[in-house]
């Protein structure tokens, strides 16, 4: 930690507009978001034209994951702050970020934004929508600014998943109890799917060969072998739609972490 000297200089008084504004941005600098942002509100209330703060408060509430709050901040400043182009591009941040998207269509896209900015949005909003075609049509463009150009190839990543079809791996754990679920990437599901049922299939086959279809244990084990194999099916949609899943969000944890850091360089 700096001492204070050395943040504030020579100034005696420690609660001066100027060395308030050092300090909120001291806090900002360094990461403490949670203290900064009532620093800057202080600011901005001495002076409620300080867009430079407005605008550092937003990217707090982004780098706190505080999205609603941070809305709801936002919803309360004069509509005429978002004629700042940045302070914009935030509250689209804010909104995206929070999956509001009917909002971010209403109040964000209808703002005089310049292209790049506009196809920052629309291509983010597409990537949070798992529409992978629409943002990848975005990247030729994108490629021209440089601040934009991290985003390329994770757009592309993500227009280049191999899904897992549930029903194909349905069919497949219908004929052999478990390759769908291995086919899924779940291979330790998938071998104990095929053990349980066929082990169990084979207890009652035993039990109907020694004492014929009264056999109770040959009735018992059947019925838990249909019940695994039941299981299995069901199970192994679910691996596909799981795994499918995790495409998503391996995806969208890479997209986002690169989205906040965008346009943050304040």
């Known amino acids: 930690m700096l001492p204070v000297s050395a943040i504030f200089g020579q100034d005696s008084d420690l609660f001066s507009y100027n060395n308030s504004n050092k300090y909120a941005d001291y806090l900002y600098d360094n990461g403490e978001y949670l ?95 798992k529409e992978w075609e629409n943002a990848l049509s975005y990247t030729g463009d994108i490629e021209k600014y440089p601040d934009l150009y991290r985003l390329t190839p994770i757009i592309k990543n993500a227009s280049e998943l191999k899904y897992k079809s549930p029903g194909l791996s349905l069919t497949m754990s219908a004929i052999i109890p478990g390759s769908g679920k291995i086919y899924s990437g779940y291979w330790k599901d998938g071998l104990f799917s095929f053990l349980f049922v066929g082990v169990s299939a084979w207890q009652s086959y035993r039990g109907f060969n020694q004492k014929g279809m009264s056999s109770f244990y040959g009735w018992m084990m059947g019925g838990i072998s249909l019940s695994f194999y039941t299981g299995n099916l069901y199970g192994s949609v679910k691996a596909a739609n799981k795994r499918n899943h995790e495409l998503d969000h391996s995806i969208l944890d890479e997209f986002e972490k690169v989205f906040i850091s965008t346009y943050s360089n304040f």
């Open 35 to 129: 203290l900064a942002i009532p620093e800057f509100k202080r600011l901005l209330f001495f002076d409620s034209t300080n867009i430079q703060a407005n605008i550092k408060i937003h990217d707090s509430f982004i780098r706190l994951g505080k999205y609603e709050e941070g809305i709801k901040y936002s919803d309360q400043l004069h509509p005429n702050s978002f004629s700042n182009d940045t302070l914009t591009l935030m509250r689209g941040k804010l909104l995206l970020l929070n999956r509001d998207f009917s909002r971010f269509d209403n109040e964000v896209l209808n703002k005089p934004l310049i292209k790049k900015d506009v196809d920052f949005l629309r291509l983010s909003e597409a990537m949070f929508l």
